[in-house]
């Protein structure tokens, strides 16, 4: 019995130690300041695990059809390459200000099954400049973004300009066909 006691006071003085401290504001929250080791392995953990809980439950779509990779990249450089940039572009100034930094894809996306880029996409990541993308794409569109996203990490700059060459030329077809259409 008096282990079970003592088990229990230290759990309470424990629980009562964090409520104080969550209480007092000593812990600084501005992101000039990084958080400390304990709270950045904690906060790693959360995501990494979350992710991988939810993801679980989705059907991948096969992501290696180059018309969704095509989709993907205008999705990728319309929505994401403002924070994550891509293949041979200069990573923005703003993303090494945010906290925490939102991380290149190139690298990032290796460590990733494409159910789980999916399911972060869609849903975010609480507490970081990762939003939601489910109330404004389509799940085809950001199954896209996963294949562009997937097939990025192998990607040379080259190829990446070879993606933006043939958007640019789409697009200018795109508008001399508009114009034809309105002035015909």
Sequence with gaps: MRTFLTVVGTLI???????????SGIYNIGATVPHNSITRWI????????VKYHAQFINALDISDSSLVSIGFTEYTHSCIGCHGAPGTKRPEKAPQMYPPPPPLVQAATDWK?????WIIKNGIKM?????FNSAKS????????AFVKKMTTMTPEQFNAFKTEEDKNANHNK???HL???N
Excluded: C
């Design 13 to 23: 003085a424990i629980i009562a130690a964090f409520l104080i401290y969550i209480y």
């Design 181 to 183: 259409r309105y002035h």
């Design 139 to 146: 799940d085809r569109q950001i199954w896209a973004i996963v």
């Design 176 to 178: 001399k066909k508009e």
């Design 43 to 50: 906060i790693s953990k959360t995501v990494d695990n979350s």
């Design 128 to 132: 970081t400049g990762m939003p939601e």
């Design 114 to 118: 494409p159910s789980e880029l999916y």
